[in-house]
């Protein structure tokens, strides 16, 4: 996959990761500023975008070697993830793209 495909698919996933969760309603209430949340958002993307570049484009070896780093880090504590709802609904509704005649 090419880099730019993957920075936007970085962006896609953590824009569609944070909207219209706890942390939108942490800004509302003033928990966290809006500098922080872009911080955070500007975080999150490129974090994910190395990991999907990892994932996506490097040889097996130098993902492998960044799956043993990274779970170092494993969340024990965390809840086993499901799918959401909130995103497969609007999956749902939305109708296919319309192909080119």
Same mark, same amino acid.
């Given at each position: 996959?090419?880099?730019? =495909?993957?920075?936007?698919?970085?962006?896609? &996933?953590? *824009?569609?990761? =944070?909207?219209?969760?706890?942390?939108? #309603?942490?800004? $509302?209430?003033?928990?966290?500023?809006?500098? $922080?949340?872009?911080?955070?958002?500007?975080?999150?993307?490129?974090? &994910?975008?190395?990991?999907?570049?990892?994932?996506?484009?490097? %040889? *097996?070896?130098?993902?492998?070697?960044?799956?043993?780093?990274? @779970?170092?880090?494993?969340?024990?504590?965390?809840?086993?993830? #499901?799918? #959401? $709802? @909130?995103? &497969? $609904? *609007?999956?749902?509704?939305?109708?296919? %793209?319309?192909? %080119?005649?």
């Amino acid at each position: 996959m090419n880099d730019d =495909t993957v920075k936007k698919l970085a962006l896609m &996933i953590a *824009a569609n990761c =944070t909207r219209n969760s706890v942390l939108d #309603d942490a800004v $509302q209430t003033k928990a966290i500023s809006e500098e $922080q949340m872009t911080q955070f958002n500007h975080q999150m993307s490129n974090r &994910i975008y190395t990991f999907l570049t990892y994932l996506l484009n490097k %040889p *097996a070896e130098e993902y492998s070697v960044m799956i043993e780093e990274l @779970s170092k880090n494993y969340p024990e504590a965390w809840a086993l993830p #499901d799918l #959401d $709802q @909130s995103l &497969i $609904q *609007a999956v749902s509704q939305s109708s296919p %793209p319309s192909l %080119p005649h």
